[in-house]
């Protein structure tokens, strides 16, 4: 398969996933929250508050409140981003028409756990891709994109603002609170999904150092080379040290084992990285 066809390939499968995303979101509102008079929190809350005490239309609603962000997107995050980030507004609001507007339970904690659950997975997997459901989560992923915040309670933190002042300016807090509970599941739904700010160091002991570095800093990576001997077997080898993030790692395995299957590689979690370092591919 030549490098064409890969990548139309890929095209064909964001896509895919962009339109899951925007089908799972659908659901959660339809099914789940706007049938209990929950709010999501966010662009989307701020429909919905509106749509609650209007005549006017929740799915439009949405679209109206998320263009200044996705204008403001463009320039921040690039084309890619936000083009993904259109069609998932788009394709949300599309889903919401044919998604019927009724609840699947009765209970309301329920409906705020799984609605939450359903609409994290949706807005996850449209980040892992490098899109967006639109609303904070553009705004997330400016804010995240120069540092390590965790994006899912960065969301809960914009959004749980938006709930509480809503609930404060109409004096309804009962429905604030389980709305509170559906947004900070989601928050951990999307973190659990997009682990973009989660680093890794690697230490790779390798024979076949000039072979392995070659295809290292194609990612590319900064890595420190230093020499290492075996305390039992006094032979010298090669260590690689490189600090990439989750999303990358599976690439780096591969390339690792395709190049050196024999090279012995520690993985540790870091918990925090100073000085200059690639925080992920630009849009």
């Known amino acids: 398969m030549d490098e064409g066809q890969n990548i139309m390939m890929r095209k064909a499968f964001d896509l895919l996933v962009i339109v899951l ?80 507007e009724r609840a699947i339970t009765s209970d309301t904690v329920i409906s705020a756990i799984f609605g939450g659950v359903v609409i994290a997975i949706g807005t996850g997997i449209s980040l892992r891709i490098g899109g967006s459901t639109g609303g904070f989560d553009i705004i997330g992923s400016i804010v995240t994109r120069k540092t390590d915040f965790s994006l899912g309670m960065l969301l809960f933190g914009l959004n749980g603002f938006v709930i509480v002042a809503l609930a404060y300016a109409q004096q309804e807090w009962t429905s604030a609170l389980y709305s509170m509970l559906c947004i900070y599941i989601s928050g951990k739904v999307v973190d659990t999904i997009h682990i973009r700010h989660i680093k890794v160091t690697l230490f790779i002991i390798t024979h076949n150092k000039d072979k392995l570095l070659e295809k290292m800093l194609l990612l590319p990576r900064g890595v420190t080379l230093l020499k290492a001997e075996g305390a039992f077997s006094h032979h010298e080898s090669d260590l690689l040290m490189t600090v990439t993030t989750r999303y990358e790692l599976a690439e780096l395995r591969k390339i690792i084992k395709e190049t050196d299957p024999h090279a012995f590689v520690n993985i540790v979690e870091t918990v925090g990285v100073l000085g200059q370092f690639r925080r992920g591919k630009e849009a």
């Open 21 to 100: 995303g925007a089908a799972l979101a659908a659901i959660g509102f339809n099914l789940f929250l706007i049938p209990h008079g929950l709010l999501s929190g966010g662009i989307s809350g701020i429909a919905m508050i509106i749509g609650y005490i209007t005549p006017l239309n929740i799915s439009l609603l949405y679209l109206l409140f998320n263009l200044p962000i996705i204008i403001w997107g463009f320039f921040v995050l690039g084309k890619r981003f936000i083009t993904l980030s259109v069609i998932s507004v788009a394709l949300t609001v599309w889903f919401m028409q044919l998604v019927p």
